[in-house]
């Protein structure tokens, strides 16, 4: 059975959460499971929505920050404490490129 129990999170910061005001989306089977994730991960992302349709779940996910997306980039495009320039555009780019592909 394919999962379809779809929920929206928004990132708080922090240890077991994604940067602070970045929203993602995840399919569970069902909201048993979404349950139990969470006890077994100790999840911290606040939880915006549950059981929306993917394309509820890609618009919300679409209304993250330009402020939360630039935390994000430079987070994962930093290299021992420097910011490598290149994973910083590739990053921009796949941002750019899975935005425009859902609208």
Known sequence: MADSYNVVFEGVGGERSNIQGVRTWTSFR????LEEWM????HRDTILAEGVTPDEAMEMTRQTSA??????????STVNGVLDEEIADMHLK???????RRK
């Open 39 to 42: 006890k077994e991960t100790e």
């Open 30 to 33: 069902d909201k048993a499971h």
């Open 94 to 100: 796949n941002i750019i490129l899975s935005r425009q």
């Open 67 to 76: 402020e939360a997306l630039a935390r994000y980039i430079v987070h994962e």
